[in-house]
């Protein structure tokens, strides 16, 4: 059973940066593609941006393209999210999740997440 455990939000000025962290554990981190998603009170969950397993290829949401940057450390078992340019708009609870390399399932797996607040 895969777990995840994403940290690094908080709260930070609109212009500023922050990096999250999803710790994976329980199963064999270098074999699934993972993503970052998040959600805004009142808002439907939102894809931001994607890795595959060996991260030779992502991809991002319009909204945050050239300002976020996903990236992940096969040997930490840990997936990352470099956020900079922040803007009020990006606050949302941010999740972590990695696909089911054994079913096939997209985003099998999540996160408890991690809130993220801008202010202006």
């Known amino acids: 059973q895969v777990q995840l455990v994403e940290s690094g939000g908080g709260l930070v000025q609109a212009g500023g940066s922050l990096r999250l962290s999803c710790a994976a554990s329980g199963g064999a981190f270098r074999n699934y593609a993972m993503g970052w998603l998040r959600q805004a009170p009142g808002k439907e969950r939102e894809h931001v941006a994607r890795?595959?397993?060996?991260?030779?290829?992502?991809w991002y949401a319009d909204v945050v393209k050239g300002r976020f940057t996903i990236s992940r450390d096969n040997a930490k078992n840990t997936l990352y999210l470099q956020m900079n340019s922040l803007k009020p708009e990006d606050t949302a609870v941010y999740y972590c999740?990695?696909?089911?390399?054994?079913?096939?399932?997209?985003?099998?797996?999540w996160g408890q997440g991690t809130q993220v607040t801008v202010s202006s």
């Open positions: 999740a990695a696909d089911n390399p054994t079913s096939g399932r997209v985003y099998d797996y």
């Open positions: 890795i595959t397993w060996s991260g030779g290829s992502t």
